[in-house]
């Protein structure tokens, strides 16, 4: 079942505003990463993380992987219109093989 | 260019019926992924194939089934078992030395009438 806890469910900003959502599991994952989805269309690997406390930049996107390997971060400065979408974090364990755990997404609206 | 494409986009098929959707990729990929996508849910796995001719179930593979035959082919069938099918359907492929960079195709969207 379901293990990644997303939130929050869904946002409504302005444009310029920051965005912050964030992931949390009560299992350990070895890897955290952030997909976004495009209205249609298949998620896109924003940003990958390896290692925990670990804070990777994308762009205007920065996220982070918990220090207890449990959670993780993404922040958004500065919205766009185009940043509109679904954010899904995703975990990886070191168990799992190749399986990915997703989180449920965060609908993201940004209004010009 | 390289990509992993799925086909159609979107798929009507009648109560009862099997279907199948189509996933290939370009990318020298050994490992492919189906996940089925539900509105306000995360992205479950079906099943999952790190090789050719091997195969493994998912989170949710009841109702479904897939073959290997080739490594850049993944077909899914949707069989009569599948008590909900109306879905959006994923595939996904990526490096066996690097599962965690897992890349998806566009979806395909079946709806059972």
């Known amino acids: 079942g379901q293990q990644l806890n997303q939130s929050p469910q869904s946002m409504f900003i302005q444009e310029g505003e920051d965005v912050s959502m964030n992931c949390t599991s009560s299992s350990i994952f070895n890897t955290w990463l952030w997909y976004k989805q495009d209205p249609g269309e298949g998620p896109v690997l924003l940003i990958a993380?390896?290692?925990?406390?670990e804070l990777t930049s994308n762009g205007r996107l920065t996220a982070q992987f918990g220090i207890t390997r449990k959670d993780s971060f993404l922040n958004i400065s500065a919205s766009i219109p185009s940043d509109v979408g679904i954010y899904f974090c995703a975990g990886q364990k070191e168990t799992s093989g190749s399986r990915l755990t997703f989180g449920e997404g965060t609908q993201l609206t940004v209004n010009p | 260019d390289g990509g992993i494409t799925q086909s159609p986009k979107y798929l009507f098929r009648k109560e009862g019926q099997n279907v199948t959707l189509s996933c290939e990729q370009n990318?020298?990929?050994?490992?492919m992924y189906w996940y089925r996508q539900d509105p306000g849910q995360g992205l479950r796995l079906i099943y999952y194939s790190q090789i050719v001719n091997d195969f493994q179930k998912g989170d949710i593979a009841e109702g479904y089934s897939v073959s290997r035959e080739k490594k850049e082919s993944f077909p899914l069938t949707v069989t009569s078992a599948q008590k909900n099918p109306t879905a959006f359907y994923l595939c996904a492929s990526s490096l066996w030395t690097s599962t965690e960079t897992q890349y998806f195709g566009p979806g395909t969207r079946l709806l059972v009438l």
């Open positions: 993380l390896y290692k925990a406390g």
């Open positions: 990318l020298n990929h050994d490992a």
